[in-house]
């Protein structure tokens, strides 16, 4: 959690606004709002069950796979092909 008062008071105000909920990896109880919960339409509340923060280290740890390697070559590849694609046409 933030040392910063203020984002206490915010987190403070947005469990009483929004109510509270728990991060199923994580563990802590966040405000169930869009600004600690990513959408997802699937979720009876609409949030996605593991808050931003989770899911942004997830998404970073998932990087460093062979996995995650595999899409980074291939991202690469295609952007190169459009490049390519777009000199050629003009
Ligand atoms: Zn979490």
Redesign the pocket.
Known sequence: MSDDPYEYDDMFIDLMLFGGKV?S??G?T?PANTERFNRDHTEPDGLTV??R??RAASARQRYYTPAGEVRRARRRALRIARREAKENAT
């Open positions: 991060c990896h994580c802590r966040l593991t808050c923060q989770c």
